[in-house]
Structures are given as structure tokens and as C-alpha cells.
């Protein structure tokens, strides 16, 4: 051994190795914020974090600060409409793109796709107005083509992952019987061991995109009610619009 080497201490080992792990998360965070997707749902979350404090009561309505977060919430949610600038061409590309075996896929992605996308193209719209370029009077039949195009894109997409999470159960199913198989005859199994949690990873994460489109068609459906009715309750709807957020936030981080 180097006699440079065996001076090392305790301390400056764990630094040495402390350091590639913070570099490691610091790069995976500036590719994260680099992305559309990564600030939108930051600001996302900022914004329905916000909205919870104010449907619950906590704060007065005669407080400074309660005004002031109500400010912030309507500032967040226009940038955050920003971003949404184009962003309707992606449902095409994906649309373009998909591989589709069955007629009822076909129809399925249209909706999904074409709904999504129609969304995303009249948001473009309503920031527009907003932003005070386009008469405001126009607002709110574009916030009602935008919300139930958004409902329907989400109809749409929940009926596809279920059809994938289908697929994927039977493909597990497969796996667990040959990885029996294998442990009766004593042969290894780490490559479908292997195979295996890497399907439950993506099974996991199929079943949070579905929690997530009902947690965001829950808003699109408030939004088509004018917030009357069942399931529109201000509070639930901001824990629904958190739980997207955190949930999309996960899947845009594990993706870089």
C-alpha cells in the first residue's frame, strides 16, 4: 500500500465519497429544472400548496397574508400557463408514433391523444386572454372546450394505462411461474429476477399515472360545473391538484 494512502483518515474518506453523491444529485436536479415538465410541476405544487392553505381556513380572511397568498396562487397559475406554449405538438408526435394493434387502441389513443392536445392548443388561448392580448370576454367558453377536452384526453388515457396494467399483471404472472419453475429445478434466476422488479417498477409507476389523470379529471370536471355539484369541494379539489403534482413530480425526476 502508498504510504500516502494509509494516511487517509475516516473523515476525508467519507468526504471523498460524499462528494460525487451531492454532484450526482446537483446534475440530476439541473437536468430536472431544465425540463418544461420539471418547473411547471414546481410551480405546480407551489400552487396548490397555496390553494390548501386557503380553502382550509386556517388563515382569516382579514389577515395581510391571505391576500397576499391568493395574489401568489393567481400569479402561479397563469405562468404556469406559460408553459403550455407548443406544448399541444407532443400529443401529436405521440399520437404520430404510436403502435397500435387493435381498432379499440386506435380509438382510445385518438381521444387520449386528441384530447390532451386539444387541451394544451386552447390553453395557448387562454393565457392569451389572460395576459390581456385577447378580449377577456372570450375566457370562459375557452376555459369550458379547454376543461372538457382535458376530460375526455383523461377519459382516454386512464382507459390505455388499464390496458397496459392489464398487459403487465400477465407478464408478471408469466415471470412468477418461471422463476418457480426455475427455484424447483435449482437453476439460477437472477436475469428474471431481474426482469422482475424492473416490471414491478414500471407496474408502480402505470399505477400512479392512473391515480394522478383521476386526481386531475376530478379539477377538469369541477371546472365543467362551475365547482357545483358533488366531489368539488375546494379543499378536496387542492389535495387532488397536490397529490398530481407530487405524483408527476416523482415520475419527471425518475425519468432524467
Request: aromatic fraction near 6%; charge should be positive; include cysteine.
Amino acid at each position: 500500500m502508498d504510504a500516502k494512502a494509509s494516511t487517509v483518515g475516516p473523515s476525508q474518506t467519507a468526504t471523498a465519497q460524499s462528494e460525487p453523491k451531492g454532484k450526482d444529485f446537483l446534475n440530476h436536479l439541473e437536468v430536472y429544472l431544465a425540463k418544461r415538465d420539471g418547473v411547471d410541476k414546481l410551480l405546480k405544487i407551489s400552487r396548490y400548496a397555496t390553494k390548501i392553505i386557503l380553502a382550509s381556513s386556517v388563515l382569516p380572511e382579514t389577515v395581510p397574508l391571505t391576500r397576499q397568498l391568493k395574489s401568489f396562487e393567481s400569479s402561479v397559475g397563469l405562468s404556469r400557463k406559460a408553459f403550455r406554449l407548443g406544448k399541444f405538438v407532443q400529443d401529436v408526435n405521440a399520437l404520430r408514433n404510436s403502435h397500435l394493434d387493435s381498432k379499440e387502441e386506435i380509438l382510445l389513443s385518438v381521444i387520449a391523444y386528441g384530447g390532451e392536445g386539444l387541451y394544451y392548443f386552447v390553453e395557448q388561448f387562454i393565457w392569451l386572454a389572460k395576459s390581456g392580448l385577447i378580449d377577456a370576454k372570450h375566457s370562459r367558453n375557452l376555459q369550458k372546450i379547454s376543461a372538457w377536452a382535458e376530460l375526455i384526453g383523461y377519459i382516454g388515457s386512464i382507459s390505455l394505462k388499464l390496458r397496459d396494467l392489464k398487459r403487465i399483471k400477465e407478464d408478471e404472472a408469466c415471470l412468477n411461474s418461471s422463476i418457480e419453475i426455475a427455484i424447483s429445478r435449482g437453476v439460477g434466476r437472477a436475469e428474471e429476477e431481474d426482469r422482475r422488479k424492473k416490471l414491478r417498477e414500471k407496474k408502480l409507476m402505470k399505477q400512479l399515472s392512473v391515480v394522478q389523470d383521476i386526481a386531475d379529471g376530478l379539477m377538469s370536471l369541477a371546472d365543467i360545473r362551475d365547482g357545483k355539484g358533488r366531489f368539488t369541494d375546494p379543499l378536496l379539489l387542492s389535495c387532488a391538484g397536490l397529490l398530481s403534482a407530487l405524483i408527476s413530480t416523482h415520475k419527471n425526476w425518475v425519468s432524467c
